[in-house]
T-cell receptor, first 114, second 112 residues
Framework: ETGVTQSPTHLIKTRGQQVTLRCSSQ?????VSWYQQALGQGPQFIFQ???????GRGNFPPRFSGLQFPNYSSELNVNALELDDSALYLC?????????????FGPGTRLTVL | RKEVEQDPGPFNVPEGATVAFNCTYS??????FFWYRQDCRKEPKLLMS???SGNEDGRFTAQLNRASQYISLLIRDSKLSDSATYLC?????????????FGSGTQLTVLP
Protein backbone atom coordinates (compact mmCIF):
# COMPACT_ATOMS: atom_id res chain seq x y z
CA GLU A 1 0.00 0.00 0.00
CA THR A 2 1.15 3.53 -0.79
CA GLY A 3 -0.15 5.19 2.38
CA VAL A 4 -2.20 7.64 0.31
CA THR A 5 -5.83 7.63 1.35
CA GLN A 6 -8.88 9.18 -0.26
CA SER A 7 -12.45 9.72 0.84
CA PRO A 8 -15.14 8.97 0.07
CA THR A 9 -14.64 5.86 -2.06
CA HIS A 10 -17.85 6.37 -4.01
CA LEU A 11 -20.18 9.31 -4.46
CA ILE A 12 -23.35 9.95 -6.42
CA LYS A 13 -24.41 13.52 -7.19
CA THR A 14 -26.81 15.25 -9.55
CA ARG A 15 -26.05 17.88 -12.17
CA GLY A 16 -25.47 21.33 -10.76
CA GLN A 17 -24.42 20.13 -7.32
CA GLN A 18 -21.04 20.68 -5.71
CA VAL A 19 -18.67 18.01 -4.40
CA THR A 20 -15.59 17.91 -2.18
CA LEU A 21 -13.11 15.04 -2.36
CA ARG A 22 -10.35 14.51 0.19
CA CYS A 23 -6.84 13.11 0.07
CA SER A 24 -4.25 12.38 2.74
CA SER A 25 -0.73 12.17 1.43
CA GLN A 26 1.89 9.62 2.30
CA UNK A 27 3.96 10.44 5.37
CA UNK A 28 6.86 12.68 4.42
CA UNK A 29 5.31 13.79 1.13
CA UNK A 30 4.72 17.51 0.64
CA UNK A 31 3.09 17.59 -2.79
CA VAL A 32 -0.35 16.43 -3.89
CA SER A 33 -1.51 16.12 -7.49
CA TRP A 34 -5.07 15.45 -8.62
CA TYR A 35 -6.08 13.50 -11.72
CA GLN A 36 -9.38 12.68 -13.42
CA GLN A 37 -9.74 9.30 -15.10
CA ALA A 38 -12.72 8.77 -17.35
CA LEU A 39 -13.73 5.23 -18.26
CA GLY A 40 -11.33 3.68 -20.76
CA GLN A 41 -8.89 6.59 -20.61
CA GLY A 42 -5.67 7.33 -18.81
CA PRO A 43 -5.67 9.77 -15.89
CA GLN A 44 -5.62 13.47 -16.82
CA PHE A 45 -3.77 16.02 -14.69
CA ILE A 46 -6.06 18.51 -12.97
CA PHE A 47 -3.66 20.44 -10.74
CA GLN A 48 -0.92 20.11 -8.16
CA UNK A 49 -0.47 21.63 -4.70
CA UNK A 50 2.80 22.36 -2.98
CA UNK A 51 3.18 24.39 0.21
CA UNK A 52 -0.56 25.09 0.22
CA UNK A 53 -0.46 26.78 -3.18
CA UNK A 54 -1.56 25.61 -6.62
CA UNK A 55 1.58 24.76 -8.53
CA GLY A 56 0.57 23.82 -12.04
CA ARG A 57 -2.81 23.21 -13.64
CA GLY A 58 -4.07 21.10 -16.50
CA ASN A 59 -6.81 21.91 -18.96
CA PHE A 60 -9.70 22.04 -16.50
CA PRO A 61 -12.17 24.90 -15.97
CA PRO A 62 -12.13 27.12 -12.86
CA ARG A 63 -15.05 25.22 -11.33
CA PHE A 64 -12.38 22.66 -10.41
CA SER A 65 -10.55 24.08 -7.41
CA GLY A 66 -8.51 22.76 -4.55
CA LEU A 67 -6.81 23.33 -1.25
CA GLN A 68 -3.80 21.97 0.54
CA PHE A 69 -3.56 22.10 4.32
CA PRO A 70 -0.50 22.52 6.55
CA ASN A 71 -0.40 18.75 7.12
CA TYR A 72 -0.17 18.36 3.30
CA SER A 73 -3.60 16.77 2.96
CA SER A 74 -5.69 18.17 0.14
CA GLU A 75 -9.22 18.71 -1.11
CA LEU A 76 -10.61 18.82 -4.63
CA ASN A 77 -13.79 20.84 -5.08
CA VAL A 78 -15.96 20.71 -8.16
CA ASN A 79 -18.83 23.17 -8.56
CA ALA A 80 -21.79 23.03 -10.93
CA LEU A 81 -21.31 19.34 -11.66
CA GLU A 82 -21.84 18.14 -15.23
CA LEU A 83 -22.55 14.64 -16.48
CA ASP A 84 -19.04 14.47 -18.00
CA ASP A 85 -17.53 14.93 -14.55
CA SER A 86 -18.40 11.31 -13.84
CA ALA A 87 -15.00 9.67 -13.42
CA LEU A 88 -12.47 8.20 -11.02
CA TYR A 89 -10.66 11.00 -9.20
CA LEU A 90 -7.16 10.10 -8.13
CA CYS A 91 -4.77 11.95 -5.92
CA UNK A 92 -1.06 11.28 -5.92
CA UNK A 93 1.48 12.35 -3.37
CA UNK A 94 5.17 12.92 -3.87
CA UNK A 95 8.15 14.46 -2.14
CA UNK A 96 9.31 17.56 -3.91
CA UNK A 97 12.98 18.14 -3.26
CA UNK A 98 13.55 14.52 -2.38
CA UNK A 99 15.74 12.01 -4.17
CA UNK A 100 12.88 10.99 -6.41
CA UNK A 101 9.73 12.69 -7.65
CA UNK A 102 7.80 9.44 -8.00
CA UNK A 103 4.09 9.98 -7.53
CA UNK A 104 2.14 7.43 -5.50
CA PHE A 105 -1.57 7.17 -6.06
CA GLY A 106 -4.43 6.74 -3.65
CA PRO A 107 -7.29 4.31 -4.37
CA GLY A 108 -9.45 7.04 -5.87
CA THR A 109 -12.96 8.36 -5.46
CA ARG A 110 -15.48 7.20 -8.01
CA LEU A 111 -17.89 10.04 -8.75
CA THR A 112 -21.13 9.48 -10.62
CA VAL A 113 -23.12 12.51 -11.77
CA LEU A 114 -26.75 11.82 -12.68
CA ARG B 1 -2.97 14.28 -31.65
CA LYS B 2 -2.62 12.99 -28.10
CA GLU B 3 0.57 13.86 -26.27
CA VAL B 4 1.17 10.21 -25.33
CA GLU B 5 -0.10 7.51 -27.67
CA GLN B 6 -0.36 3.81 -27.02
CA ASP B 7 -1.88 0.87 -28.83
CA PRO B 8 -5.05 0.25 -26.76
CA GLY B 9 -5.00 -3.47 -27.44
CA PRO B 10 -6.37 -5.65 -26.03
CA PHE B 11 -3.46 -8.02 -26.08
CA ASN B 12 -4.48 -11.59 -25.28
CA VAL B 13 -1.47 -13.84 -24.84
CA PRO B 14 -0.89 -17.33 -23.41
CA GLU B 15 1.07 -17.85 -20.22
CA GLY B 16 4.78 -17.87 -20.89
CA ALA B 17 4.57 -15.63 -23.93
CA THR B 18 6.66 -12.54 -24.52
CA VAL B 19 4.69 -9.37 -25.17
CA ALA B 20 5.85 -5.89 -26.14
CA PHE B 21 4.08 -2.57 -25.69
CA ASN B 22 5.00 0.58 -27.53
CA CYS B 23 4.36 4.20 -26.81
CA THR B 24 5.20 7.50 -28.50
CA TYR B 25 5.19 10.98 -27.01
CA SER B 26 5.00 14.27 -28.82
CA UNK B 27 6.55 16.76 -26.39
CA UNK B 28 10.32 16.75 -26.83
CA UNK B 29 10.61 18.68 -23.54
CA UNK B 30 9.48 15.59 -21.62
CA UNK B 31 12.08 14.76 -19.03
CA UNK B 32 11.23 11.51 -17.31
CA PHE B 33 9.34 8.44 -18.32
CA PHE B 34 7.50 5.64 -16.58
CA TRP B 35 5.36 2.60 -17.00
CA TYR B 36 2.48 2.28 -14.56
CA ARG B 37 0.27 -0.73 -14.14
CA GLN B 38 -3.44 -0.42 -13.37
CA ASP B 39 -5.62 -3.33 -12.31
CA CYS B 40 -9.35 -3.17 -12.98
CA ARG B 41 -11.01 -0.45 -10.88
CA LYS B 42 -7.82 0.17 -8.92
CA GLU B 43 -5.30 2.99 -8.82
CA PRO B 44 -2.23 3.11 -11.09
CA LYS B 45 0.92 1.71 -9.54
CA LEU B 46 4.45 2.45 -10.65
CA LEU B 47 5.90 -0.52 -12.52
CA MET B 48 9.23 0.99 -13.49
CA SER B 49 10.99 4.14 -14.56
CA UNK B 50 12.46 4.23 -18.05
CA UNK B 51 15.97 5.42 -18.80
CA UNK B 52 17.80 6.07 -22.05
CA SER B 53 20.24 3.30 -21.26
CA GLY B 54 17.36 0.85 -20.89
CA ASN B 55 16.56 -0.90 -17.68
CA GLU B 56 15.44 -4.30 -16.57
CA ASP B 57 13.53 -5.51 -13.54
CA GLY B 58 13.12 -9.26 -13.54
CA ARG B 59 10.91 -10.19 -16.46
CA PHE B 60 10.30 -6.57 -17.41
CA THR B 61 12.54 -4.51 -19.69
CA ALA B 62 11.93 -0.87 -20.57
CA GLN B 63 13.62 1.14 -23.31
CA LEU B 64 13.60 4.83 -24.22
CA ASN B 65 14.60 6.34 -27.54
CA ARG B 66 14.65 10.12 -27.11
CA ALA B 67 15.49 10.78 -30.75
CA SER B 68 12.39 8.91 -31.92
CA GLN B 69 10.35 9.90 -28.82
CA TYR B 70 9.49 6.25 -28.34
CA ILE B 71 9.15 4.13 -25.20
CA SER B 72 8.74 0.38 -24.97
CA LEU B 73 7.99 -2.26 -22.38
CA LEU B 74 8.82 -5.94 -22.85
CA ILE B 75 7.34 -8.60 -20.61
CA ARG B 76 8.93 -12.03 -20.79
CA ASP B 77 7.45 -15.31 -19.55
CA SER B 78 4.01 -13.76 -18.97
CA LYS B 79 2.12 -14.76 -15.83
CA LEU B 80 -1.61 -14.73 -15.22
CA SER B 81 -0.96 -12.02 -12.63
CA ASP B 82 0.43 -9.72 -15.33
CA SER B 83 -3.12 -9.20 -16.65
CA ALA B 84 -3.75 -5.47 -16.25
CA THR B 85 -3.72 -2.20 -18.15
CA TYR B 86 -0.25 -0.79 -18.76
CA LEU B 87 0.01 2.99 -18.85
CA CYS B 88 2.83 4.83 -20.56
CA UNK B 89 3.59 8.04 -18.66
CA UNK B 90 5.80 11.05 -19.34
CA UNK B 91 6.67 13.78 -16.90
CA UNK B 92 6.86 17.32 -18.21
CA UNK B 93 8.03 20.06 -15.97
CA UNK B 94 6.23 23.23 -17.02
CA UNK B 95 7.74 25.80 -14.68
CA UNK B 96 8.22 24.07 -11.39
CA UNK B 97 5.33 21.60 -11.56
CA UNK B 98 5.77 17.96 -12.23
CA UNK B 99 2.85 16.94 -14.39
CA UNK B 100 2.36 13.34 -15.36
CA UNK B 101 0.83 12.85 -18.78
CA PHE B 102 -0.67 9.41 -19.31
CA GLY B 103 -1.42 7.43 -22.40
CA SER B 104 -4.82 5.76 -22.60
CA GLY B 105 -3.30 2.43 -21.63
CA THR B 106 -2.81 -0.96 -23.23
CA GLN B 107 -4.92 -3.80 -21.88
CA LEU B 108 -3.18 -7.13 -21.40
CA THR B 109 -4.88 -10.43 -20.64
CA VAL B 110 -2.67 -13.45 -20.01
CA LEU B 111 -4.58 -16.65 -20.69
CA PRO B 112 -3.99 -20.02 -18.99
Amino acid sequence: ETGVTQSPTHLIKTRGQQVTLRCSSQSGHNTVSWYQQALGQGPQFIFQYYREEENGRGNFPPRFSGLQFPNYSSELNVNALELDDSALYLCASSERGGTTDTQYFGPGTRLTVL
Amino acid sequence: RKEVEQDPGPFNVPEGATVAFNCTYSNSASQSFFWYRQDCRKEPKLLMSVYSSGNEDGRFTAQLNRASQYISLLIRDSKLSDSATYLCVVNRRPGSARQLTFGSGTQLTVLP
